[in-house]
């Protein structure tokens, strides 16, 4: 049997194999881009960084799976922040930072970080009408900020998980956009299972997963009107072994195309 190991340096090497066509599609932080042709494309900005995870690695992911999906999008990737559970983000000190993007990406991870100013300034854009899809350690990010903003933006409240395991996932809203091609019966790559405290009134539960600790449901998919913002979130996305996950992945995808209105 193949290692875990073993496929994550076959995925990495498939990653070096594709980097040429890939920056071909890449902005970098400094030169946002935005679509300013008539042509199709998605300007994407993928926010990612802090505590706990391979963000690098997840970014990839990301592109690579929009590109198999036949998603054409120019990417900004900020990846800022450190590794720690304490940061502000230069790229958020503009004013107009979101103006560029058709849909920005929340993969960020940053507990400790309350300052009820800086939140709003990212909170405000979105609220304006810039789609997003919020990914795991989004829902725990600004966690010990006093002010709701960011949860009410979110969807959905949580502070804590459970372990890793590999979680059935029910869809409870099978004739969503968002659903519609997801499998009856999957189960989750090895991931956590976060615990949701609350979901929030606009919030429409796509999928659950049972705690295994005491069987109750929680939301892992689901999406969220925040003032004139579409928002599509998962719990999932811990593991890299998630991150090379197809349905998931796909599933990504189809929420980041709803979320900017390419889903209808």
């Known amino acids: 049997m193949t290692s875990l190991t073993t496929l994550s340096r076959r995925f990495a090497a498939t990653f070096l194999l594709a980097s040429a066509v890939l920056l071909s599609g890449l902005a970098s932080a400094d030169e946002p881009s ?4 008539d042509d199709d494309s998605l300007s994407v900005l993928i926010i990612t960084s802090g505590c706990c995870h391979d963000y690098d690695f997840q970014a990839k992911a990301i592109q690579m799976a929009a590109t198999k ?6 990417w900004t990737v900020v990846n800022d922040g450190g590794k720690g559970t304490q940061a502000e983000i230069d790229f958020y000190g503009d004013e107009d930072w979101a103006k560029p993007f058709d849909v920005v990406i929340h ?5 400790a970080t309350t300052n009820p100013d800086y939140i709003r300034q990212i909170t405000k854009a979105h609220h304006a009408g810039v789609p997003a899809v919020v990914i795991h350690c989004a829902m725990h990010t600004y966690r010990d900020a006093e ?3 960011w949860r009410e933006f979110l969807g959905v409240t949580s502070r804590r998980h459970d372990h890793q395991s590999h979680y059935p996932i029910k869809v409870v809203a099978e004739d969503h956009p968002v659903m519609r091609e997801y ?3 999957h189960v989750s790559a090895m991931d956590e299972l976060y615990i ?5 009134p606009n919030t429409t539960v796509l999928a659950t997963s049972k705690s295994e600790r005491d069987g109750k449901s929680h939301p892992v998919i689901w999406t969220n009107q925040y003032g004139d913002a579409r928002v599509y979130g998962t719990t999932y996305g811990h593991s890299n072994e998630t991150f090379q ?3 998931f992945l796909a599933n990504l995808v189809r929420g980041m195309l709803w979320a900017a ?3 209808e």
Do not use: H, L, M, Q
């Open 107 to 111: 993969n960020e991870c940053f507990a």
């Open 261 to 263: 209105g390419r889903v």
């Open 147 to 149: 002010i709701d903003d």
């Open 196 to 200: 949701i405290e609350k979901v929030w």
């Open 34 to 37: 935005k679509a300013e042709s």
């Open 69 to 74: 999906a036949g998603v054409e999008a120019k």
């Open 183 to 185: 499998p009856a019966a």
């Open 245 to 247: 996950d197809d349905v």
